[in-house]
């Protein structure tokens, strides 16, 4: 057994030591002599105080003994002893849409893992939205600090791709909590999902949007996965249409409404597309998958069905030459791609990856973590209240004997 503040059990073991010292002193019923009259004597209880090297009240003296022994195990908060470990890793494992292959993910985990070491999945196998490598930064910061107590170093193994997508503004934050090196151990990137090549269409003859699909070389078919709308509303049969699997419905309306105010530029994973935009409202709740240049959405994807809908309310207007920018084709290419694919599945660039693996060694001693407050907590507990329990029994006692 370990104790967090062992200090308490010394002061445990002077306080026991007090309490026998002045149990030596003992209290007793004075001789009793018979006088003719007593009307003298002023009332008073018949104590009186001797030395004695016998001790008296011997179960008194063992309750008070256990209360304090209880209290001051309970201030040093022990804890069982566990056979501690030379070295100790939490392996968080990319299980995201960023990986091209589980198994492969799964493969290096293997490879690294020991008994004993934890492992941490982050990210849904086909999920639409991207993982957050911050979230799980969080999660193996918390994992290593609970499993201080379990080895005399830790570290954190990350088995990813890293993406691009997957970091954040809050990353480099995160990754700053943890004072030493990460282990990076790469894995394939998920293949980027080739945009459509055909889509169906409904539009007018004069829609600008015609210009940008041809320049594209994005092909027409009424019976193509993808279908672009620039009605104002959708039909039921649309949203019937769009819930197939791997149908994409793109609404697109050419008429945006009444202008709330114009914006500089309009932003996916892969495109930034600069021009005057009359911004309208926007599209409702979703996943975003474009943004304005102040951080609006622009554009959002919903699941329905085994297939989705993309709103857009990007306004692509009719006059000057917008729809014929090579950039307005990336941006239609974007927004047209399957299912899930909005993303910036692209490697992290080489700062990024400093930023995460840092310059320092890789297993941090555990007495560099601060001491869990919880420790021992449990146990404390139980012995607060042995301790309240025998001062109570000692209070029953000596009322006892005081009224013999």
Do not use: K, N, Y
Request: with cysteine; aromatic share 4%; proline share 6%.
């Amino acid at each position: 057994m370990t104790f967090a503040a062992p200090w308490f059990l010394a002061g445990g073991a002077a306080a026991m030591l007090a309490v026998l010292a002045l149990h030596f002193l003992a209290r007793q019923q004075p001789d009793r002599w018979l006088l003719p009259t007593a009307r003298f004597v002023p009332e008073s209880r018949e104590r009186a105080s001797a030395r004695s090297v016998a001790l008296t009240d011997r179960i008194l003296l063992a309750l008070r003994m256990a209360a304090i022994a209880a209290a001051a195990v309970a201030f040093a908060r022990p804890s069982l002893a566990v056979s501690r470990r030379a070295r100790l890793q939490v392996i968080v494992a990319d299980a995201s849409r960023a990986v091209r292959d589980s198994a492969d993910v799964a493969r290096e985990v293997a490879a690294v893992r020991r008994d004993g070491d934890r492992v941490l999945w982050f990210g849904a196998r086909g999920g639409r939205e991207a993982a957050s490598l911050s979230a799980a930064l969080v999660m193996a910061v918390r994992e290593a600090h609970a499993r201080r107590d379990d080895a005399d170093s830790l570290a954190i193994v990350l088995v990813s791709p890293l993406a691009r997508e997957e970091f954040d503004a809050a990353t480099r934050e995160v990754r700053a909590s943890w004072p030493a090196g990460i282990e990076l151990r790469p894995v394939a990137p998920a293949v980027d999902p080739a945009p459509a090549g055909t889509l169906s269409l409904r539009a007018s003859a004069t829609d600008p949007l015609q210009a940008t699909l041809s320049l594209a070389g994005i092909r027409r078919a009424a019976d193509a996965p993808v279908r672009l709308v620039r009605d104002a509303a959708l039909t039921a049969a649309d949203s019937a249409w769009a819930a197939r699997d791997g149908h994409v419905l793109v609404h697109w309306p050419a008429a945006m409404g009444a202008t709330r105010d114009t914006i500089g530029g309009v932003i996916t994973g892969r495109t930034v597309l600069v021009a005057s935009f009359a911004r309208a409202e926007g599209p409702g709740p979703g996943i975003p998958v474009a943004w304005w240049a102040d951080g609006v959405v622009a554009a959002i994807e919903r699941a329905t069905g085994r297939g989705c809908v993309r709103a857009v309310a990007v306004p692509v207007t009719p006059v000057g030459d917008l729809a014929l920018r090579e950039r307005t084709r990336d941006l239609l290419r974007d927004l047209t791609r399957p299912c899930g694919a909005a993303r910036d599945g692209r490697p992290a660039d080489s700062a990024m990856v400093r930023l995460l693996v840092g310059s320092g060694t890789r297993a941090l001693p555990a007495a560099a973590l601060p001491a869990r407050i919880e420790s021992g907590r449990a146990a404390a507990h139980w012995l607060i209240l042995l301790a309240l329990l025998l001062l109570a029994g000692e209070h029953l006692v000596r009322r006892r004997g005081d009224l013999a």
